[in-house]
């Protein structure tokens, strides 16, 4: 049976489409509502480069994006393309700001990584470059017609969510320990963001599931200044030399 491999258009000006050709690979290319590359009825591929990612992370797109997967595909997988270290940029670094700014982008990268595995369940998958995603979108397209799961039809009929409730979910769910399931409590009792993030630690305790201790972090979170951010990290530096010290 020859490997068949659906791709979005957004696609079509990347590498991958000719590489995945010269394979021998059949491509068709659609209007996809949700992923990048079908390989399957049930997988569907997101394929992030590095600074893409970054973006995503910025603009809301990417826990939309890994939401709409887990709900229309039951094997969904995210393909991250580069080296995060690019991010580093570091030939254009010039003082302590630009530097602190480097890392915060590492970070952030990290905490979303980490969200797509651990609250998604979405497995990631690095990629060093598009030759390196068109092999791996060929190894998958045959596990998956060897184990039976190419069957039917690609394409589904979908209807898409309301994004504006999506964007909403994001804003709360990106409140450290605030998984899609408790913004969604949250968006409920309180109707708006907005009342979510200003309601008190007894109001937040009060959500099924959300509890005194993580209302009380949020709420810390949510309330603390810049100048006691720089307390905590003065009390952090204190303690570390302390630390090495002994």
Do not use: W
């Not at 489409?17 to 399957?40: E, K």
């Not at 599931?209 to 972090?217: E, I, N, W, Y």
């Amino acid at each position: 049976m020859q490997v068949r491999i659906v791709i979005d258009e957004r696609e079509r000006s990347s590498k991958i489409p000719n590489l995945l050709r010269q394979m021998g690979i059949t491509i068709d290319f659609a209007s996809l509502a949700f992923g990048d590359y079908i390989v399957s009825p049930e997988t569907a591929i997101e394929r992030k480069t590095i600074n893409d990612l970054l973006a995503s992370i910025y603009d809301g797109r990417l826990y939309v994006q890994c939401s709409d997967l887990i709900q229309h595909y039951s094997r969904p997988v995210v393909v991250i393309e580069g080296n995060i270290r690019d991010l580093e940029d570091l030939h254009n670094i010039r003082d302590d700001d630009q530097f602190r700014i480097v890392l915060d982008r590492i970070q952030i990268s990290y905490d979303a990584l980490a969200k797509i595995a651990l609250d998604f369940r979405i497995p990631i998958i690095h990629s060093p470059s598009a030759e390196y995603s068109s092999r791996l979108l060929l190894t998958m397209a045959r596990r998956s017609m060897e184990e039976g799961h190419s069957i039917g039809p690609f394409l589904k009929k979908i209807k898409k969510n309301n994004p504006l409730y999506l964007q909403q979910l994001f804003v709360l769910s990106s409140l450290p320990s605030i998984g899609n399931k408790l913004a969604a409590r949250m968006l409920k009792k309180f109707n708006t963001p907005q009342r979510a993030l200003n309601a008190s630690i007894a109001e937040l305790a009060s959500i099924p599931g959300f509890g005194t201790a993580r209302a009380v972090r949020v709420r810390k979170i949510l309330d603390c200044s810049e100048n006691d951010k720089i307390d905590l990290l003065t009390q952090r530096t204190l303690l570390d030399d302390q630390n090495s010290s002994q």
